[in-house]
């Protein structure tokens, strides 16, 4: 297991060149050995089976090998220097990536959003007085806002409602997998799903369901994602809340759960009604939960990119900024306009992430 | 015992609202799988609730008119007279409804409402979507076409390429960096752990251009290893954030006595750390799992739509752009893609719910 008391002890230099060498040879050998191992991935003729098995045998037991070594690289140096050094080889790797992937990025991304369509001109803030001006990105901002309302709203409202019917009802676990397992299915497969809810045909027989209904009632059929604007967004809106309410349902369950008995009863006893004591006891109670909850599927929404995507491709009105962003970056090349959206989304976190640097500092923090 | 009747039926109230709901909540996706299963000229000229017996117009007998019979005159049927538009929207004669069969051959259906359901089921739709070959399908009107198969079973296992490496390799380094916020000392550990709280709910949009122009520049465009690490990157805060509250759990007697006992570092973190945190670690691995499978976005800017990379999202959104009315491989196609988070669903319940209870804030 460990190399190091297999060596006998060297001389002083004799150690220092040790150190020296392992401490160059190691690095550049994972450097080297990994870097092959990418280039025959990268262009690798086998099937995507054996890819897939090897890529998971390299991942697992290459990233391991990394630490391994530099572990043991660093377990030669004398005690005060590896307790120092140590520390950096186990951050080391996730520092350098989320630097180089995330927080340099989004440095880089704020500094072209300063510049015009091609990153070669100064513009100053003009990009961001056309995200308010323009008409399309304008249509992207108030449609954001009609997601974040509606959808959150209706997430954490139903969410609440399902949570308390379940937990007075004879079938709490079936319900609570019911509504839940939407959840796991990836946007653009319930894109597809309700894309074939919606659908609509010029004929007499309606194959999707949504029009026969509307037909049964003696309704007239519609083509709802594209004729009915702007409300085909509440359409897109309803396919959040189908996915989304059964995150809010269990984390409320939970929360319903540990409101003590002792106080429903007592309240009951007094004459307390239902509807009074879910307004005075419970809402109080778990309002903790429901601020947390709201404010996770609200930076959810702000975000929302999958569902308009597949289901208009943000046409007929339903543009968001996250679809704005990709046509603006993909199809007009326009940088600028590009990073401008990204930072206003950044920009509409901002308070989430100081809630969460908040809640983070007052749990203890370290 | 009044008020307990009251309470009885107050709980039957909340059992029936929640079976609608629950019920409202399952039919999109039950409605999809049976479509997937239906022969394609049925999806597109029925409903999937035509499945379940309901009543409809079926045809009891045909008539033959005269050849010679003038359709701009009225038209005699059984002494009655229709004109032409009425039979081809159908008349209606005690309970009895007159169609056109075959105009120009001159037959008339006599229909009568029946008790009926069509229970055609196919396995062809996941056949066409799983090949990369062509297939003949039959229409509605009773045609055949030769459609090219989606090549859906190739999108599968790149998806399987893509998910698994992006699910061990930030796991592993983020449990790493989580061991030594944890428990060990150094210079700056505050300031960097407090970026990444702040970068859990960072949208990854604000990091794509700058990648997406590195990446075209040292050619990780498009492959396997640059979408590993674009969703490690973008999968790390939350993990380390998720696997630090879980390390720090740990209590701190048995780091104390694992290190009188001399064990480094490393020995404390495989043989300690890893196997007390089995739990949070197969949560968070469930949540970044379906969190890649699922992923459409990344998926489309760093790794494109050749189909010999191409992810199963990237591939039903395509489809759904190109071929937006072939139900019958939409459906399949969609269902296909559900397989894998369904079943991690319905077998790791627990872990999957508190996975995704903790990552629900990611970017």
Not at chain 1, 230 to 249: D, H
Not at chain 2, 48 to 65: A, S
Not at chain 2, 229 to 252: E, K, S
């Amino acid at each position: 297991m460990e190399p190091a008391t297999a060596t006998a002890k060297p001389p002083k230099t004799g150690r220092f060149l040790w150190l020296l060498l392992i401490s160059i040879i190691v690095p550049v050998f994972n450097v080297g050995v990994h870097g092959l191992i990418f280039w025959f991935f990268r262009d690798s003729p086998l099937h995507p089976v054996v890819n897939a098995l090897l890529a998971v045998i390299w991942g697992a037991a290459g990233v391991y090998s990394i630490y391994w070594s530099l572990n043991w690289v660093v377990e030669q140096y004398p005690d005060a220097w590896k307790r120092r050094l140590l520390p950096f080889v186990y951050v080391g790797p996730a520092v350098l990536l989320l630097g180089w992937l995330l927080v340099l990025p989004t440095v880089r991304t704020l500094y072209l959003s300063f510049f015009d369509a091609t990153s070669s001109r100064f513009v100053g803030l003009a990009n961001f007085g056309a995200v308010f001006t323009d008409r399309l990105l304008a249509t992207a901002l108030r449609n954001n806002l009609l997601w974040v309302f509606f959808g959150t709203i209706l997430c954490v409202s139903l969410g609440l409602l399902i949570a308390i019917l379940a937990d007075r009802s004879s079938f709490e676990r079936l319900a609570k997998t019911i509504i839940f397992m939407p959840m796991a299915i990836s946007f653009v497969a319930a894109g597809v799903i309700w894309k074939f809810i919606y659908y609509y045909t010029p004929e007499e027989q309606q194959i999707g369901l949504l029009n026969a209904i509307v037909k049964a009632f003696g309704g007239e059929p519609q083509a709802w994602l594209t004729m009915v604007q702007p409300w085909n967004n509440l359409f897109l809106i309803v396919i959040l809340v189908w996915m989304q309410t059964g995150f809010a349902m269990v984390i409320f369950s939970a929360a319903i759960k540990s409101v003590p008995d002792d106080i429903l009863e007592a309240a009951r006893v007094d004459g307390a009604g239902e509807i009074r004591i879910f307004f005075q006891i419970m809402i109080p109670y778990i309002s903790g939960t429901l601020l947390s909850v709201t404010t996770t599927i609200i930076v959810f929404t702000l975000k929302i990119f999958d569902v308009v995507m597949v289901m208009t491709g943000g046409q007929y009105g339903t543009e968001v900024v996250a679809t704005q962003f990709y046509r603006q970056l993909f199809m007009y090349q326009n940088t600028g306009y590009g990073s401008t959206l990204a930072i206003v989304l950044l920009i509409a976190v901002m308070p989430v992430i100081w809630i969460n640097l908040r809640q983070f500092r007052r749990e203890g923090g370290f | 015992m009044r008020r307990r009747n009251g309470l009885r039926r107050g709980k039957g109230i909340v059992n029936v609202v929640l079976a609608v709901i629950c019920f409202i909540w399952l039919i999109p996706t039950f409605g999809l799988l049976i479509s997937s299963f239906r022969p394609a000229a049925d999806i597109l000229s029925t409903g999937w609730w035509t499945i379940f017996p309901h009543k409809d117009w079926k045809t009891v007998e045909r008539i033959e008119l005269s050849r010679d019979t003038d359709l701009r005159q009225p038209i005699e049927v059984r002494g009655k007279t229709y004109s032409d538009d009425e039979l081809r929207a159908g008349a209606e004669v005690e309970g009895q409804r007159l169609i056109w069969e075959n105009r120009r051959a001159r037959i008339v259906n006599v229909q009568e409402q029946k008790w009926t359901s069509t229970l055609r089921f196919t396995l062809q739709n996941y056949e066409t979507v799983l090949g990369g070959k062509q297939y003949k399908i039959t229409l509605p009107d009773g045609g055949t076409k030769t459609e090219q198969g989606s090549g859906m079973g190739r999108s599968f296992w790149n998806t399987v390429a893509v998910a698994v490496p992006s699910t061990i390799i930030p796991v592993f380094i983020a449990s790493f960096a989580a061991y030594a916020f944890a428990w060990l000392k150094f210079p700056g550990r505050k300031i960097i752990f407090v970026v990444i709280v702040a970068l859990l709910v960072v949208p990854l949009q604000v990091a794509l251009i700058p990648i997406l122009r590195d990446y075209t520049g040292i050619g990780l465009n498009g492959t396997y290893f640059g979408i590993w690490l674009a969703h490690t990157a973008f999968g790390l805060p939350l993990i380390t954030y998720f696997m630090y509250n879980a390390v720090r759990q740990i209590p701190r007697d048995l780091f104390e006595s694992a290190y009188m006992d001399g064990a480094t570092n490393f020995t404390t973190f495989s043989r300690l750390v890893l196997p007390l945190t089995v739990p949070s670690l197969a949560s968070i691995c469930i949540f970044q799992f379906l969190w890649v499978w699922n992923d459409y976005l990344v998926a489309l800017i760093f790794l494109g739509s050749l189909p010999d990379v191409q992810v199963l999202s990237m591939n039903i959104a395509g489809l759904a752009g190109s071929r937006g009315n072939d139900w019958h491989l939409l459906t399949a196609a969609a269902f296909v893609s559900m397989l894998m988070p369904l079943a991690v669903f319905f077998t790791l319940q627990r872990y999957f719910v508190r996975g995704l209870m903790g990552g629900s804030v990611k970017g």
